[in-house]
């Protein structure tokens, strides 16, 4: 019995199926080749941009690598690395008899770079060196908080933590000694940028007179001759990291800046206490607004104590203006000492009492000036009428 199902069956090919497909084709070939071509087309515009675009990245890299490279390290290194300006120590302000009025006194700005000591170092002096800074620095932050602080920016990648920002040089050196800190800048760690703090040992004695200088404002002696105090500012080489702070390359300064230099007064400090001192007890007993004392010592002219005191509240003086030299005030009878002491200087006048007007002091003595010393009298009055001469004098001349 012959299966009906087997007599219809194709024989297989040896061929491959692709070849017979195309022999089967026939005359529709010229179409099955245009039909391919576009289908092959199509798929190339769906992946070409991002065969462009791929090309044009590895292109670029490889040209920023080779050809470009230099040239942008070059322009990323001036970007992070620059001058930055040392200010020159500022020259000191004396006293005739040497005391110091005004100085810059040194003080450092003392940061750490967590991530600069290797992780062995770290972990080992971490503890130690956070008891150190809570004993030595702000005692209000615990040795635990400390050590937190420390990880943490360590683990944050931080480069620049401020630890304190008012070290003294002797407090600078002990701070080196410390775990962690001893094993170098560049293994330990720690930065030290120094600045200069100008004060007055005295506090407000003569503070208007020693005055200060601003980038908007100068005042007094150290406004007036700040070309002389401020000396030339040096360079160094810093680098930007990150949190925008400024670390330097290295110890050295490219310009060593140029110290200013010393301004001696004649102001006495003694004269000067004395002159504030008594100022004050009389602005106070009469309420005044403000007040000024010139002390000049005669012989030579020189001014020797200049007080200027205003009103601040009930009984408070502070020194903030110069009223004995930035206002102008009529200077009433306390410019007959002047006038007359250059009467007597140039023979104009005498300390000779006349006898008639003594005998006239004399005579009101008994009845209406009872009290009074004939001869002061008689001399007051002789030297009120040589000003008064000497004044109309001048206004003749006018």
Not at 80 to 93: C, H, K, L, P, V
Not at 261 to 268: A, H, P, S
Request: charged share 25%.
């Amino acid at each position: 019995m012959v299966d009906a199902a087997a007599s219809h069956t194709v024989p297989l090919s040896d061929t491959p199926p692709l070849r017979d497909l195309w022999r089967f084709a026939g005359p529709h070939r010229p179409k099955v080749v245009l039909a391919a071509t576009f289908s092959v087309l199509n798929k190339a515009f769906d992946v070409a941009p991002e065969l462009l675009i791929g090309a044009a990245v590895v292109f670029r890299a490889v040209q920023i690598q080779t050809v470009d490279g230099e040239r942008y390290r070059s322009k990323a290194d001036s970007l992070q690395i620059r001058y930055q300006t040392i200010e020159a120590d500022r020259g000191n302000i004396y006293s005739r008899s040497g005391n110091l009025l005004a100085a810059s006194f040194p003080y450092f700005r003392v940061a750490v770079d967590p991530g600069c000591a290797g992780e062995g170092d770290f972990h080992a002096h971490v503890d130690s060196l956070a008891w150190y800074l809570a004993r030595h620095t702000d005692k209000d932050r615990s040795a635990a908080a400390w050590r937190r602080l420390l990880i943490d920016a360590r683990r944050d990648g931080k480069r620049y933590l401020v630890l304190d920002g008012k070290v003294t040089y002797p407090e600078l050196q002990r701070m080196r000694r410390w775990p962690l800190f001893r094993l170098g800048r560049y293994r330990g760690g720690l930065i030290a940028e120094p600045y200069n703090r100008r004060e007055t040992p005295y506090g407000q004695l003569a503070h208007r007179t020693i005055g200060y200088k601003t980038d908007e404002v100068s005042v007094g002696i150290e406004g007036r001759h700040n070309a002389v105090l401020s000396g030339q500012n040096g360079k160094r080489l810093v680098r930007r990291i990150a949190g925008g702070h400024l670390l330097p390359v290295n110890d050295q300064y490219e310009i060593e800046p140029v110290d200013g230099r010393d301004v001696v007064t004649t102001l006495d400090v003694g004269i000067q206490d004395v002159a504030e001192t008594a100022l004050e007890e009389r602005l106070v007993y009469h309420n005044a607004k403000y007040g000024s004392a010139i002390v000049m010592e005669v012989k030579t002219g020189a001014i020797v104590a200049i007080a200027n005191l205003k009103r601040v509240g009930p009984g408070e003086y502070l020194e903030q203006y110069n009223y004995a030299i930035g206002d102008r005030t009529e200077p009433g009878s306390t410019f007959k000492l002047a006038s007359v002491l250059a009467l007597f200087e140039d023979g104009f006048d005498d300390l000779e009492a006349p006898v008639d007007l003594t005998a006239k002091y004399r005579r009101k003595a008994a009845t209406a000036l009872a009290g009074v010393d004939p001869v002061y009298a008689a001399m007051v009055e002789k030297t009120d009428d040589s000003l008064g001469r000497v004044l109309a004098t001048l206004d003749e001349l006018e």
